[in-house]
């Protein structure tokens, strides 16, 4: 009994104690504040190029062309755009491939070609309207991005093919990553359509274009 008696008298002078050191010269009780230490953390270094004041736009391309009722071949072309406001542009394009051989010469066989010469040419230009719809960014690494959009176009122009000119609409969707303030890359996918008459029926063909190309703005 005599020992907890002791315990107990050891205890409470132990927490007096503590208690008169917290106190502060007025009686109250000196509590400091917590100091929460956050861990460092690495921030993404994303480079920020875009369009400034630049408007026109003017670059190359090449890629592949399908045209109908033909096997692809490789397309070359030119373009330009102005930048009308920040969503919207026009751009024209003049692009040129040369026919590959049909399904028809291939069943004919013997060397067979139904077209020859400037015939096989295949030529077209156009001017569309375009809209970028998703403005975002392009991750290359974890710590690297470029902007860029994706975006429509829709217009029409005209085709030289088969020794004859038709009328074509033109349609599709690309994207643009912007390397630099005035450079950029940009990968499209375009159709050409037009009727045509090169086969028993008069029918509208429709010409899968995919390519990717520099432009620079200026």
């Given at each position: 009994m005599a020992n907890r008696f002791q315990q107990f008298l050891l205890a409470s002078a132990f927490l007096g104690a503590t208690l008169a050191h917290a106190d502060g010269a007025?009686?109250?009780v000196d509590i400091k504040p917590?100091?929460?230490?956050?861990?460092?953390?690495?921030?993404?270094?994303?480079?920020?190029?875009?369009?400034?004041?630049e408007f026109f736009e003017i670059g190359a391309y090449v890629g592949i062309l399908s045209i109908e009722d033909f096997t692809s071949s490789e397309v070359f072309g030119l373009k330009t755009s102005f930048h009308a406001t920040e969503d919207f542009f026009l751009q024209a394009n003049l692009g040129r491939a040369e026919a590959g051989i049909s399904y028809?010469?291939?069943?004919?066989?013997?060397?067979?070609?139904?077209?020859?010469?400037?015939?096989?040419?295949?030529?077209?230009?156009?001017?569309?309207?375009?809209?970028?719809?998703?403005?975002?960014?392009?991750?290359?690494t974890q710590s690297l991005a470029f902007n860029s959009a994706f975006y429509i176009v829709a217009g029409a122009g005209n085709?030289?093919?088969?020794?004859?000119?038709?009328?074509?609409?033109?349609?599709?969707?690309?994207?643009?990553?912007?390397?630099k303030d005035w450079l950029t890359v940009n990968i499209d996918f375009r159709d050409h359509t037009f009727k045509s008459e090169l086969s028993a029926d008069k029918k509208r063909n429709h010409n899968l274009e995919f390519t990717t190309g520099i432009t620079a703005f200026f």
């Open positions: 007025d009686g109250s917590i100091v929460v230490v956050e861990p460092d953390s690495e921030q993404r270094e994303a480079y920020e190029a875009q369009i400034d004041t028809a010469e291939e069943q004919a066989g013997d060397g067979v070609r139904f077209l020859a010469g400037d015939d096989r040419k295949y030529t077209y230009y156009n001017l569309l309207v375009g809209y970028n719809i998703f403005p975002g960014e392009t991750f290359v085709t030289e093919f088969a020794g004859d000119k038709h009328f074509t609409l033109t349609y599709g969707s690309g994207y643009r990553i912007i390397l």
